[in-house]
Structures are given as structure tokens and as C-alpha cells.
């Protein structure tokens, strides 16, 4: 089974801080995908990466950037917390390869309180 | 762009019963694939179901199956012989079929949350 791990699950920092979400997956996927989930709005997609070193913006980067050295490893940093990015912040990862049916694999989730 | 609307933010069946979720999406492509995600409280995301828009034949994964209508662009997850453990959120998803590069990411629908009652 795919494996996308979080490195943490809840995480508390406060304003001004610099915050890094680590992602890492373990079935060499070549996508990997950072949302941001709240109540009534769904998922919104912050970045995104198809390659190493390459990164895309998602709906909501504003305030985020990525980083992505290794294929295995997403990094999602906040440069400078703030309230509004308390959150629960979802990882994901897919092949690029193969049909675009397949579906993307999920982390658990990291809720990222900003006091 | 694509966008993914789940008008109902809340609904509940009753255990062993039948529920219908509502999906409609907008684009201009002809080919693409929705998915239905479900999100167990405080548990992962997993795929429940998932659809090829040039398929005619609605596709089904035992207790679950979908009623797609393309020229509607409705998507709606039935399930069957609700269970406890369906209890969840569930998300109705879009991607084109086109699946590199910006094409691979998925757009969602805001959720919607279905309780069971025993």
C-alpha cells in the first residue's frame, strides 16, 4: 500500500514564526500535492510538484512556499505565521506514469494551530 | 476552469438504509474522471469510487456505486445497506484527463457530511 506520511499531526506555533510541514511518500511518485482543508470550503490546493525542484501553484499560495530536493519529500513553509493559516493541511502524492485515473493517496493530516 | 459543487453539507440515513450524495461539476472537456474521496473523523482520506467520463457504464465497488449523467455533468455516490463506519466526509472530485503537469491535480467539491443513525 501507498504510504504518505505527515510528520506531525498536530502542530502549534505562533504568529511571525517560520513553519515547515514535512510530506514524505514511499512509492516514488512523481506528484506531490499540498491542500489546505476548512470547515465548508473543502480542499483548496496550495502547491503542487510534479518533478524535484519543480513546484506550480495551486488556488492559494499566497502566503506558502514548497520545497521538493528529494522525489520522496514535499516540504510546505510558511514564512512568516499568521492566524489565518490555522488549518488542517493535508499531503498527497500520485504517478505521473500510467493512466490519469489513478488516484491520488493522502496523508493524515497535520492541524496547524497559529496563536 | 473546472469547478466541483456539493450543494448539501449535511445528510443522514439510517443504518442498513439507502443514501444518495449529490455532485455536479462544470467543464468544457470531454473526457475527464471524478472520484468520490472519503474522510473518516480524525482518520485519513481514502478513494471510495472512481469514474472514466467515456465510460457509459456507472461504476460500482460493492456497497457503493455512482449515477452518472454526463450531459446533466452530475456525478451522485449512492450507497447501500448504510453501516456505521460510513459515517464520514465525503468528497466529490475532478480531474482532466489530461495528466501531467498542472492536469494532475484534482478540484474538489466542499464536502459533505453524512451521518448514520443505528
Known amino acids: 500500500d501507498v504510504k504518505v506520511t505527515q510528520s506531525s499531526r498536530y502542530l502549534v506555533k505562533r504568529t511571525g514564526e517560520k513553519v515547515f510541514l514535512e510530506c514524505v511518500q514511499d512509492?516514488?511518485?512523481?506528484?506531490m500535492f499540498w491542500y489546505r482543508q476548512d470547515p465548508g470550503l473543502g480542499l483548496r490546493l496550495i502547491y503542487f510538484?510534479?518533478?524535484?525542484?519543480?513546484?506550480e501553484k495551486g488556488d492559494i499560495p499566497e502566503g506558502y512556499s514548497v520545497s521538493r530536493e528529494k522525489k520522496e519529500r514535499f516540504s510546505l513553509i510558511l514564512e512568516s505565521a499568521s492566524t489565518n493559516q490555522t488549518s488542517m493541511y493535508l499531503c498527497?502524492?500520485?504517478?505521473?506514469?500510467?493512466?490519469?485515473?489513478?488516484?491520488?493517496?493522502f496523508g493524515d493530516g497535520t492541524r496547524l494551530s497559529i496563536l | 476552469a473546472q469547478t466541483v459543487t456539493q450543494s448539501q453539507p449535511e445528510m443522514s440515513v439510517q443504518e442498513a438504509e439507502t443514501v444518495t450524495l449529490s455532485c455536479t461539476y462544470d467543464?468544457?472537456?470531454?473526457?475527464?474522471?471524478l472520484f468520490w474521496y472519503k474522510q473518516p473523523p480524525s482518520r485519513q482520506m481514502i478513494l471510495v469510487i472512481r469514474q472514466e467520463a467515456y465510460k457509459q457504464q456507472n461504476a460500482t465497488e460493492n456497497r457503493f456505486s455512482v449515477n452518472f449523467q454526463k450531459a446533466a455533468k452530475s456525478f451522485s455516490l449512492k450507497i447501500s445497506d448504510s453501516q456505521l463506519g460510513d459515517a464520514a466526509m465525503y468528497f466529490c472530485?475532478?480531474?482532466?484527463?489530461?495528466?501531467?503537469?498542472?492536469?494532475?491535480?484534482?478540484?474538489f467539491g466542499k464536502g459533505i457530511t453524512l451521518s448514520v443513525r443505528p
Open positions: 498527497a502524492s500520485s504517478p505521473l506514469t500510467g493512466t490519469a485515473n489513478q488516484p491520488q493517496h
Open positions: 510538484s510534479y518533478d524535484v525542484k519543480m513546484k
Open positions: 467543464t468544457s472537456e470531454s473526457d475527464y474522471y
Open positions: 512509492m516514488d511518485h512523481e506528484n
Open positions: 472530485a475532478y480531474r482532466s484527463v489530461l495528466h501531467t503537469g498542472a492536469n494532475s491535480k484534482l478540484t
